[in-house]
């Protein structure tokens, strides 16, 4: 990665120990101790268009029930700024993540690298891989993925926005921390029977008596807010909440369903303070519990989600703040390799004869090869401020790995966003891959082992000496 001309003797001694660690912690990405922070916000509309493909394919879009934004911030020090986005799409994976971060740091003036995007991840919304969709062009195929011309109009527009912004900068003088307990929204896909079988088809709407009488299992009730503030006014709220954001879906309408609706309302609430809103690692955990897919749920779901925001903002504490880190981990994961998986059951599904979902499955799959075959890693980055760190996973990781980066910092506010770099699909724990979670049955494609690896890269992103 290119470095700036001149670096101090810390920067470079600090440089050399982070990669020897494992982990870059970019001297053009880092804010000089004692050094002026800035806050640029910027939101844009990336509302598909009809008849686009929505979830990687699974259906073409038929009408917009509401828009689809981006909503995101540029963090200013006396070196390159950082960027972070919020998107109400489902994925952006491989090169079209490259593509975000090559054209958002180019506005801001930054590194690619620096540049951190998550998805909320709605299923009523598209997702983006440039190659998978190149992949289906190619061979003539009926399936689509997402629109090229499109996706390149929706980054360029967020990247306007970005720039527009610039000029708007504020003064950053403190960083608040608060959190709430969200009520009757969250509840692990896998549960548990009288007769003690495990099962995991609590999906994000169930009729399942079972699934809905069962406890919520492994998740993690708390929504925690992360604002940013110049003296006694509020710029921004960033929300993080770990749940699969749908309440149905499925039927053509495009829409940033039920966070979508909590996030508005409080920005209608607070028009001065930008509201963002970001899913946790919520590749286990939906609503099924407490959502049986009716239409009238979803204002229901996003009164319950509305109201964890609101009291997290109440609960806000400031602190002072004047300089914080930027790290990348660098996460290197296999690609699956089971029945389904090779290159030579893949390729046998880009046939006219498939159904146009799996063609769009298969060229994902072939998409995420190819990334690693290039040598690419995905990226782990981190803002910590000491106190606080907002950290981003990729893919649809597990709650497990949520819990676990809040345990390696006790103490600390850790936020985590997921759905970061889509590539991977499911990351699991070795255990649900032992008790064969049903849910990986397409969606998930890294190998077994997957685990360890990302572990240890969260624990180095979070950890401050290096």
Known sequence: MNQTSVISRRAAFTRLAS????????????T???????????????TVPLRHGMMGGSWLSKSIADPLEAHGFVLFSHHAPVVFVSVDWCEIRNDA????????????????ECVMISTVHQHDAPVADLEAERILRSRGLVGTVCDLDFHERAVQSVAQALRKSLPRARRLTHVGTGEAKVDKLASNRRYLTSDGRVHFDRTSNSRNEFAIEADEGLIDPWLKTLSFWNGE???????????HPMSYYGGGEVSADFPGIARR????????TEQIYCSGCSGNVTAGKYNNGARENRPVLAERLYQATAAAWRNTTRHAVSDFDFRVTPLRLEPRDGV??????????LRTETKPFQQCLAAMGLSWRLRVASGRAIEVPVIDFGFAQMLLLPGETYVEYQLAAQRMRPGSFVCVAGYGDGATGYIPTEKHVAENDTNLGDWCWVAPGSESRLMEVIARSLDSKR
Do not use: N
């Not at 006014?233 to 749940?243: C, G, P, T």
């Not at 309302?265 to 001065?272: F, K, L, V």
């Open 340 to 349: 389904g998986f090779t290159v030579a059951d893949l390729e046998s599904k």
């Open 233 to 243: 006014e509020a710029l921004a709220a960033i929300s993080f909440y770990a749940v």
């Open 32 to 46: 000089p101790r004692g050094g002026t922070l800035r806050l640029a916000i910027f939101r844009a509309d990336v």
């Open 19 to 30: 990669l020897v660690a494992g982990t870059a912690v970019f001297p053009g990405c880092m």
């Open 265 to 272: 309302r409080r920005q209608s609430e607070s028009p001065g």
């Open 97 to 112: 993540y490259a593509r975000w971060q090559q054209v958002l740091a180019e506005a801001a003036g930054t590194r690619p």
